[in-house]
Nanobody, 115 residues
Framework: QVQLAESGGGLVQPGGSLRLSCAAS????????IGWYRQAPGKQRELVAF???????NYVDSAKGRFTISRDSAQNTVYLQVNSLKPEDTAVYYC?????????WGQGTQVTVSS
C-alpha cells in the first residue's frame, strides 16, 4: 500500500506563499495522476490541482494563476507552490491519487491564511 505524507503548511498573511510537499513511499508517479486536495472547516474535501503521469497539469478556477503543481520523480515528491494566498485558502491540504483517490489519506498539512 502506498503511503503519502504531506508537509510544508503553516500560518501566513494574506498575499503570502508556501510550498507544500507530498512524499510517496513508492514510485507511483509514472502510473497515477497525483492531486492536491483541500478541506476547509465545515466543507467537503475538494481537488484543487493534479498532475498527470505525462506531466500535464490541471487546476480548479480558484487556483489558476496562483497555485503551481510540480513533480520531482527522482525525489518521489509532488509539490504545490501556493502564492497570493487568501483567507479562503485556509484548509488542510492533502495529496492523493486523482481524480479517484485511494481510500487511505495522509494526515494532511494545515494552511492558515490570516493577518
Amino acid at each position: 500500500q502506498v503511503q503519502l505524507a504531506e508537509s510544508g503548511g503553516g500560518l501566513v498573511q494574506p498575499g503570502g506563499s508556501l510550498r507544500l510537499s507530498c512524499a510517496a513511499s513508492k514510485r507511483i508517479f509514472s502510473i497515477y495522476a497525483i492531486g492536491w486536495y483541500r478541506q476547509a472547516p465545515g466543507k467537503q474535501r475538494e481537488l484543487v490541482a493534479f498532475i498527470m503521469p505525462g506531466g500535464s497539469t490541471n487546476y480548479v478556477d480558484s487556483a489558476k494563476g496562483r497555485f503551481t503543481i510540480s513533480r520531482d520523480s527522482a525525489q518521489n515528491t509532488v509539490y504545490l507552490q501556493v502564492n497570493s494566498l487568501k483567507p479562503e485558502d485556509t484548509a488542510v491540504y492533502y495529496c492523493n491519487v486523482a481524480p479517484t483517490p485511494f481510500d487511505s489519506w495522509g494526515q494532511g498539512t494545515q494552511v492558515t491564511v490570516s493577518s
